[in-house]
């Protein structure tokens, strides 16, 4: 009895130790930044460089077009949309602020235009399929999570992102369903899409 009761504190000290080493591991992620690659290129879609930006609240200061236009913060989602809407369209964001998960309003109705971002927007199960270039508006976490959709078939979307945190890749894919008349991207916490007129 003895013996059998020293086993099961032996494994629950090490179920402890395990699962104290995976929380820490999860809540500072940090650990797996490799700091002399923050702002490196990992990625690149139709010429827009996407930056490695080590931990997910990093900054390397303010990026800043040419002409003064605010591009957002280096090198946060925000900037690399923004700055891939600049390079490839030539499109200012009437409101060059904001926090990606702002850059979606439910109040407006699907398809219809977004003043802020002079984009027309879509709603997760909008009529409307994605497309590649699109934005895509997760609301992940209190500032949520932007990305250029990159590749779009009829049951899958791929995403490029930059800022997916330290040790996540720059594309990534979700299922893409057409149930009652509307195209849904399963993934949790999509908003909708933002696309050029």
Aim: charged share 25%; glycine share 8%.
């Amino acid at each position: 009895m003895l013996l059998s009761s020293r086993k099961i504190i032996i494994s629950i000290i090490i179920l402890l130790i395990l699962l104290g080493y995976g929380f820490c591991h999860f809540v500072y992620a940090d650990l797996d930044v490799d700091e002399s690659k923050i702002g490196m290129v990992v990625d690149e879609f139709n010429g827009v460089k996407v930056y490695y930006n080590g931990s997910i609240n990093n900054v390397s200061g303010r990026n800043v077009s040419k002409d003064g236009y605010n591009l957002g913060l280096k090198y946060q989602c925000v900037e690399f949309i923004k700055r891939y809407y600049y390079e490839r369209f030539n499109h200012k964001m009437p409101d060059s602020y904001g926090h990606a998960k702002d850059f979606f309003d439910d109040s407006i109705p699907d398809g219809s235009l977004n003043p802020k971002r002079n984009l027309l927007q879509f709603h997760n199960g909008s009529p409307t399929k994605p497309q590649v270039d699109d934005i895509i508006i997760f609301d992940w976490s209190k500032y949520g999570h932007v990305a250029i959709i990159s590749k779009v078939t009829d049951n899958e979307i791929e995403i490029v992102q930059q800022n997916p945190g330290p040790t996540a890749r720059s594309r990534t894919t979700f299922p893409l369903i057409f149930r009652d008349g509307g195209w849904k991207i399963d993934s949790f916490r999509v908003l909708g899409y933002l696309r050029k007129r």
